[in-house]
């Protein structure tokens, strides 16, 4: 005899401006959109869109990322985002480009475009000195 429990009904979240955090390595690019407290609606990667390999650091798997992304933020109503690039990596300018086409074609305006990479302030210790 099995119990039918009862489920919560999901919530649909409307969400005025979210925050898109773009983490960019020469191997793959992961993008996940956050509300404006960091709490996580979406993300993607290169490699969970089907892309294998090389090509998960490549600029075109980038903006296939940021598009299907735009796809499924369209039931959040967002109305404006702020995008944090972080690495390194080819697919930084290609996410920010998909992005700001899909602004113009949606109605959402991009209001600021951050770079939050690491930088050492002193960087690694230098190597021995070399005894001859």
Same mark, same amino acid.
């Given at each position: ?29 992961i ?8 709490d ?5 990667s290169?490699?969970?869109? *089907?892309?294998?390999?090389? +090509?998960?650091?490549?600029?075109? /798997?980038? %903006? #296939?990322v $940021?598009? &299907?992304l ?12 702020d995008?944090?690039?972080? *690495?390194?990596?080819?697919? +930084?300018?290609?996410?920010?480009? /998909?992005? %700001? #086409?899909? $602004?113009? &074609?949606?109605?959402?305006g991009?209001?600021?475009?951050r ?18």
């Amino acid at each position: 005899m099995t119990i039918n429990k009862k489920r919560s009904k999901k919530i649909k979240r409307q969400v005025e401006s979210v925050t898109v955090h773009v983490q960019s390595t020469f191997n793959n690019t992961i993008v996940s959109i956050t509300t404006s407290e960091g709490d996580v609606l979406l993300r993607k990667s290169a490699g969970a869109l *089907g892309f294998t390999g090389a +090509r998960k650091g490549t600029p075109f /798997a980038a %903006s #296939q990322v $940021a598009a &299907a992304l735009v796809k499924d933020m369209m039931p959040f109503g967002v109305k404006t985002m702020d995008i944090n690039l972080k *690495g390194p990596g080819n697919g +930084r300018d290609s996410v920010v480009k /998909a992005f %700001s #086409q899909a $602004a113009q &074609a949606s109605g959402f305006g991009i209001t600021a475009l951050r770079d939050v990479t690491p930088l050492p302030h002193n960087g690694p210790r230098p190597p021995k000195k070399r005894r001859v």
